[in-house]
C-alpha cells in the first residue's frame, strides 16, 4: 500500500538555526499538509498546499514557516530561525485532489530545538 | 472557537469485548468526519471516515456513528485485540476548505 514518507525521523537543532522538513506524498495525491503535534497534545494543523501554491494556513504558520515542492516527489517545510517551542513532532499529510477524502499521514520527524 | 473534543481520555477494555469511543463536535457546518488511530512512534492512520449526510459507515471490525443533532460522534471496534490498543483521534473538516480539525484523543487499552 503506498505511503507518505518522511525525513529525518529525528532532527536536533540549536535554536535560531534553520531546519528543512521532508516529505515524500503518495504520487497520487495532489493536495499536501503539514501538521504538527507538541507533546501531549493535540494535532494541529499549519498548512496545505495545492497546484504549487499554498491553499490553507493557519495562525501559526507565520513567516517563519515556508513550504516548497521543489520537484515531482518532495513536499518540504522550513523553519527559517527555530524558537524552543517549535519543538514537535511533524506531520506530513496527502490527500487526492476531492474535497472529503481522507489525508494519508506520514509517521513524522520529531523536532528537539536546543 | 470551534472545536472537537473527546468525553474519555483513557478506555480499557477485555480482549474480545466490543470498544465504543465518543468524541463531541461543535461546528455544526463541519461536513466530513474522520477517525484515526496513532501507535506509539507512528503517525495518524486513517480507519474510516463519514460525510455528513450520512448516519452509520461501516468497516472491517469498524462502525462510525454521527449524530448530528447532539453534534456527536463515536467509534465502535468490534471484538477488540491486543493491537487495536493506540490513541485514536476524531477529525472534523469544515466546508471553507480541506484542514482538519483534531480532537484530543482517547487511549484505548486492551487488556488480554
Known amino acids: 500500500e503506498p505511503e507518505v514518507t518522511q525525513t529525518p525521523s529525528h532532527q536536533v537543532t540549536q535554536m535560531g538555526q534553520e531546519v528543512i522538513l521532508r516529505c515524500v506524498p503518495i504520487s497520487n495525491h495532489l493536495y499536501f499538509y503539514w501538521y504538527r503535534q507538541i507533546l501531549g497534545q493535540k494535532v494541529e494543523f499549519l498548512v496545505s498546499?495545492?497546484?504549487?501554491?499554498?491553499?490553507?494556513k493557519s495562525e501559526i504558520f507565520d513567516d517563519q514557516f515556508s513550504v516548497e515542492r521543489p520537484d515531482g516527489s518532495n513536499f518540504t517545510l522550513k523553519i527559517r530561525s527555530t524558537k524552543l517551542e517549535d519543538s514537535a513532532m511533524y506531520f506530513c499529510?496527502?490527500?487526492?485532489?476531492?474535497?472529503?477524502?481522507?489525508?494519508?499521514f506520514g509517521d513524522g520527524t520529531r523536532l528537539s530545538i536546543l | 472557537g470551534e472545536s472537537v473534543g473527546l468525553h474519555l481520555p483513557t478506555l480499557s477494555v477485555q480482549e474480545g469485548d466490543n470498544s465504543i469511543i465518543n468524541c463531541a463536535y461543535s461546528n455544526s457546518a463541519s461536513d466530513y468526519f474522520i477517525w484515526y488511530k496513532q501507535e506509539s512512534g507512528k503517525g495518524p492512520q486513517f480507519i474510516i471516515d463519514?460525510?455528513?449526510?450520512?448516519d452509520k459507515r461501516q468497516g472491517q471490525r469498524v462502525t462510525v456513528l454521527l449524530n448530528k443533532t447532539v453534534k456527536h460522534l463515536s467509534l465502535q471496534i468490534a471484538a477488540t485485540q491486543p493491537g487495536d490498543s493506540a490513541v485514536y483521534f476524531c477529525a472534523e473538516m469544515g466546508t471553507a476548505g480541506n484542514m482538519l480539525t483534531f480532537g484530543g484523543g482517547t487511549r484505548l487499552m486492551v487488556k488480554p
Open positions: 499529510a496527502s490527500s487526492t485532489g476531492t474535497v472529503e477524502e481522507p489525508q494519508h
Open positions: 498546499f495545492y497546484n504549487n501554491e499554498i491553499s490553507e
Open positions: 463519514i460525510r455528513s449526510n450520512m
